[in-house]
């Protein structure tokens, strides 16, 4: 009884450790007559094993410990060759480091990681004082200079790990200079946009949070001279330009684009320009413009026999009319979208158009007619394999099920949308699936729970630099916390989530946040304020022409003026919005107008 209760407290609680202490009785190394020279725990474990290993700590040093601060550095196991070309190594010399590591690392296919993370823990942990320590910020200098040496030697030596992952290795070694230089130069900001996109809208909001490296004075030569690039490389600084919400610098560029298309001619430059034109007016929620673009769009592209711009500006002139609420002219125009697709047989965008239509037909209550539009979609992505089409039918069955009331089924089909997402590494697609998981829970009164998986989804969006995402993350809070009766809480998340729409020129949300303000005052009495913000919302929804939400504000307004004893008022403004939610077919939102105009 002796002898096990002190190997249990030497193994502090860890199989690993009872795993190898068994090995090394085995072997005759230990011995339960000695259970002095048993190690505590696993960091001693570790220890004994490079004393032995390693006992010329000359060699450790010079060897042996550079090569794991690579590894420890690396973003992404990378193939042995690698080292090959940073230190210089032979066969004989690789072949000489997988021996020295023993059991320890394991080599497979051709790469070396930590037969358990918790060894990189010990080697890394810089409290311990023996000489077996390894420094992360070495290996990244390491991978810096290697990388940066390969960068210099031009684009045929870029590799698929230098393009994602040289930025992040510079920040880390301290080379500032060499990392503006880098991301300026607009050849290697395709070749990584290119790889991986999210990728680079993580690394740039990254740089810009924590250090004075800024996107308008990295490339404001390209912005106030654009002639000096490449076309094909424009495009590419637009759309980075779009995605990280620098919009007027990705206005500036595609203004150039169009201008240099139409006067070569070049007529698929021209429409694809457009384009991207047409998107920023619509980030920007000037929807007219953004409709007039698109038109041009699909008219050159009907001219010139282009079938895929054809499909976008179809597909996205639809988008706005749906987000003014007018269904059955969206309606048609996914239609059409949906023919072109079955007829030239491309099935991602056929997915692209379902889901569309899915949206609309879940807008106007008809739930059936939706999940037999899911199951479609679901039946396509299994067959040509697109795991982020399959995720989007998740969400969508989700979203459709939680709108019938069935909680507990949705809340399953949000779990796996959560599954799918972990294991393909999509992190936005990851958030919505939360926030299903987040509107079940508040839906089912539970709304601790709602919250932490609010702070879950707040927590992606700044990671990835989603600032779209965060204010609508910090818009579910701001629910969250007036239903749990923290009006002062809500009232902060709103200062938070306006400043964040005012950055973006975002007056959608920023319509949403009158409608929030509004609902805090109206719950603590003060009708007037309320009436104010409900008002302001209205302007705004019939300014940008979203129905659904000024319908909305016109039934909040009646509420107030019932309230405060106009009924008069009140009746006419009920009236105004039941028609409209007839008009939209928008059931859901009907019902709580005629639950309000019954009150």
């Not at 973003?75 to 000489?96: A, C, G, M």
């Not at 949206?359 to 059936?368: A, E, H, Q, T, V």
Request: hydrophobic share 40%; charged share 30%; proline share 2%.
């Amino acid at each position: 009884a002796g002898i096990i209760k002190t190997i249990m407290e030497k193994c502090e609680g860890l199989f690993l450790y009872a795993e190898w202490i068994a090995k090394e009785l085995d072997q005759g190394r230990l011995s339960l007559e000695r259970l002095d020279e048993f190690p505590q725990g696993l960091g001693g474990i570790y220890l004994k094993f490079f004393e032995r290993q390693f006992p010329d700590v000359g060699i450790w040093e010079s060897d042996v410990r550079p090569v794991l601060e690579v590894i420890a550095a690396l973003q992404e196991p990378l193939k042995t060759n690698v080292l090959y070309s940073i230190f210089k190594w032979s066969v004989h010399d690789e072949r000489r480091f997988r021996r020295s590591l023993g059991s320890l690392f394991v080599f497979d296919r051709g790469t070396i990681n930590p037969f358990h993370k918790s060894i990189m823990e010990w080697l890394t942990n810089e409290n311990k004082h023996d000489p077996y320590f390894i420094s992360v910020s070495e290996g990244h200098k390491l991978l810096a200079d290697y990388g940066w040496s390969r960068y210099n030697q031009g684009e045929a030596s870029w590799t698929p790990y230098l393009t994602t992952y040289l930025p992040i290795h510079l920040y880390m070694a301290g080379r500032i200079k060499e990392l503006g230089d880098l991301l300026g130069d607009v050849k290697f900001m395709k070749a990584a946009w290119n790889k991986d996109k999210f990728n680079v809208l993580r690394q740039w909001t990254f740089f810009e949070e924590r250090s004075a490296l800024t996107m308008e004075n990295i490339y404001r030569q390209v912005i106030e001279n654009p002639a000096r690039e490449n076309d094909k490389d424009l495009l590419i600084l637009a759309n980075l330009f779009e995605n990280t919400y620098h919009i007027n610098e990705a206005l500036q560029i595609a203004d150039y684009l169009v201008d240099h298309y139409k006067q070569a001619g070049n007529m698929q430059g021209f429409q694809e320009s457009i384009g991207i034109q047409a998107r920023i007016h619509y980030i920007k929620c000037d929807y007219d413009n953004a409709m007039r673009l698109y038109k041009e769009q699909e008219k050159i592209c009907r001219e010139t026999g282009n079938i895929a711009g054809l499909q976008y500006s179809i597909r996205n002139q639809a988008n706005i009319l749906s987000y003014k609420n007018e269904m059955e002219a969206a309606m048609a125009l996914y239609k059409e979208h949906d023919r072109i697709c079955r007829e030239t047989g491309n099935k991602n965008g056929l997915l692209e158009s379902l889901i569309d239509q899915c949206f609309i037909l879940r807008f106007k209550g008809d739930y059936d007619a939706a999940l037999a539009l899911i199951g479609e979609q679901e039946r396509i992505s299994r067959e040509i394999g697109n795991m982020i089409g399959l995720q989007i039918c998740f969400n969508e069955r989700g979203v459709t099920l939680m709108a019938k009331g069935d909680l507990d089924t949705a809340l399953t089909i949000f779990k796996e949308q959560e599954k799918l997402c972990s294991e393909i590494g999509n992190k936005d697609y990851l958030r919505g699936a939360l926030t299903g998981q987040e509107m079940v829970f508040r839906m089912k009164g539970d709304l601790v729970e709602a919250q932490a998986l609010n702070e879950k989804c707040e927590k992606i969006c700044r990671k990835i630099g989603n600032k779209y995402g965060l204010q609508e993350c910090l818009g579910d809070r701001i629910i969250n916390l007036r239903l749990m009766g923290d009006l002062n809480g809500a009232v902060s998340l709103i200062d938070d989530r306006e400043r964040i729409c005012q950055e973006l020129d975002d007056k959608f949300g920023l319509g949403e946040c009158h409608g929030e303000r509004g609902h805090v005052f109206l719950a603590k009495g003060d009708l007037e304020r309320a009436l104010a913000h409900f008002r302001k919302q209205e302007k705004i929804c019939r300014e940008i022409g979203h129905r659904r939400n000024l319908a909305v504000s016109l039934s909040d307004q009646a509420s107030v003026l019932r309230k405060m004893g106009d009924l008069e008022e009140a009746k006419a403004l009920h009236g105004e919005a039941v028609k409209m939610l007839r008009e939209m077919g928008y059931k859901y939102g009907l019902q709580d107008a005629l639950f309000n105009e019954a009150m």
